[in-house]
């Protein structure tokens, strides 16, 4: 069955340190990757995308995330994290032919001074 | 990318009734989604409504807790009835867009619905 995984419940980093978000899946071929924020009372927003081609992607905000197909793992980066960076994340999974978009339980990101 | 609003942004509402959350896109859609989430949670999808048919539910959610209209392709309601405690969540609508490769969803702002 298709899942996907956020092992982190919550991370703090300190502001101006580098971030990772871990993000595992499981589908049968190579599927739509997404990586979403949610600011406290806020909607989702878009940060970055994979559909093909080039494994490390690029988003908004300074995220990257990088696909890796050996590991079923798509982890979003960034360098240097900003205090309004602080909010939930949520990884999600979705492909072709009628499958719908799965979302991870999401990661809730706490920035220190 | 489509901007999505949402009324009402968030309601307290007694068990036993119903309330409806309207869904306004900015652009023509074919395809809608309702999504719930719990306090706490991730995003559970609902249903997906497209113009011209019936919604279609996922496990779980059934049409008559949950109607669902799309008079347009700009436009739809969902309507939780008959309320309990437990339907206290956020509610948001989302739509689909093609992107180069793909495609991409974009999501209103959610309704905060507390059932006392």
């Known amino acids: 069955a298709q899942s996907v995984t956020q092992p982190d419940i919550h991370i703090t980093v300190s502001e101006g340190a580098s971030l990772e978000l871990r993000c595992n899946y499981s589908?049968?071929?190579?599927?739509?990757l997404f990586w979403y924020v949610q600011s406290p009372g806020q909607g989702l927003q878009l940060l970055l995308k994979y559909f093909s081609g080039d494994t490390l992607v690029q988003g908004i905000k300074g995220f990257e995330a990088e696909f890796k197909r050996s590991q079923s793992s798509f982890n979003l980066r960034k360098p240097s994290v900003h205090w309004s960076d602080a909010a939930e994340y949520f990884c999600a999974v979705a492909g072709v032919g009628g499958f719908k978009t799965i979302f991870g339980a999401g990661t809730r990101l706490f920035v220190k001074a | 990318s489509a901007v999505i609003s949402q009324k009402p942004s968030r309601d307290i509402c007694q068990r036993g009734t119903s309330l409806t959350i309207q869904c306004q896109v900015d652009s023509q859609v074919t395809m809608m989604f309702w999504y719930r989430q719990q306090p706490g949670q991730s995003l559970t999808l609902i249903a997906t409504?497209?113009?011209?048919?019936?919604?279609?539910?996922e496990s779980g959610f059934v049409i008559d807790k949950f109607p669902i209209s799309r008079p347009n392709l700009t436009f739809s309601t969902l309507t939780v009835s008959n309320m309990s405690p437990e339907d206290s969540s956020i509610y948001l609508c989302s739509v689909e867009e093609s992107s180069v490769g793909g495609y991409e969803q974009y999501f209103g702002p959610g309704t905060r619905l507390t059932v006392t």
């Open positions: 589908y049968g071929a190579t599927p739509y």
């Open positions: 409504a497209n113009q011209g048919s019936e919604a279609t539910y």
